[in-house]
């Protein structure tokens, strides 16, 4: 299996709200990322607005119809309210993930309990796959979870590889976490389901990941990526991410 790459703008827009400005272009960045290479597009609009906004969702979307990207893929993520639920009917991306974050949170930081949401859940998951979207549920690395999303409907789990990430200099917690993630993503494909995963992922540590759990359809990587591109531009960070996920 080939584990595709999906690139996370929200950091482009970022950057370009904290000068109101029209630039860095979320749309041409975009463009060069699914020329470079990359299978889709994520974004995370969230209700501030703070950096992917409704309209970049719209001009993104648009991008994403052109014939020439029809094999590319519009992922959009956000916790499942109506504002939220109502966009995605609109714009029908290819994929929707549902993500736990609440309006205040810099980034998102934990998967889902899906016991404690499991009416919020499939309500949201039966009301997007109605639009012909593929769903998929935002989770931390335990095994217990893949069964509970199957459960209530999703079609994929997204794993949250922060706790991974975020190991640089502890090599044995670092381990354990990669373990975690594997066995969790080892579950669910076990199972049927379809296996993402994200979050603080690099060039650096996406060959342990993908070799430990080859399962993974998709990798949507947003902060790593925009901080080489600032280094290596956008085509070629792509392609570097590209060649450590095996393609």
């Not at 979320?26 to 974004?43: F, H, M, Y």
């Not at 648009?62 to 109506?82: H, M, Q, R, T």
């Not at 990669?178 to 540590?205: C, F, M, P, R, S």
């Amino acid at each position: 299996m080939q584990t595709e790459l999906s690139v996370n703008v929200n950091a482009i827009a970022f950057l370009r709200n904290r000068r109101g400005l029209s630039w860095p272009s979320v749309v041409e960045l975009s463009r060069i990322a699914l020329e470079a290479g990359a299978k889709g597009i994520t974004v995370h609009p969230r209700p501030d607005a703070r950096h992917i906004t409704a309209q970049d969702v719209y001009d993104l979307s648009k991008l994403l119809s052109a014939d020439i990207f029809a094999d590319k893929e519009f992922n959009i993520e956000g916790y499942p309210d109506e504002r939220f639920l109502s966009l995605v009917e609109e714009v029908r991306p290819n994929q929707v993930t549902f993500v736990p974050d609440e309006p205040s949170q810099v980034t998102s930081d934990h998967g889902w309990a899906i016991d404690e949401n499991a009416d919020l859940l499939e309500s949201a998951i039966h009301r997007t796959k109605a639009q012909s979207a593929r769903v998929s549920l935002f989770i931390d690395a335990n095994s217990s979870l893949p069964e509970k999303a199957r459960a209530i409907g999703a079609d994929r789990v997204e794993l949250f590889t922060g706790p991974y990430g975020a190991e640089e200099a502890d090599e044995e917690a670092r381990h354990k976490a990669l373990a975690a993630l594997a066995e969790t993503a080892d579950v669910a494909y076990k199972i049927g389901l379809g296996v993402n995963a994200g979050h603080d992922l690099t060039v650096q540590n996406v060959p342990d990941l993908v070799k430990a759990a080859p399962m993974i359809a998709e990798l949507s990587i947003g902060h790593g990526l925009t901080a080489d591109a600032l280094k290596y531009g956008m085509e070629q960070t792509v392609k570097r991410f590209l060649k450590v996920c095996g393609q």
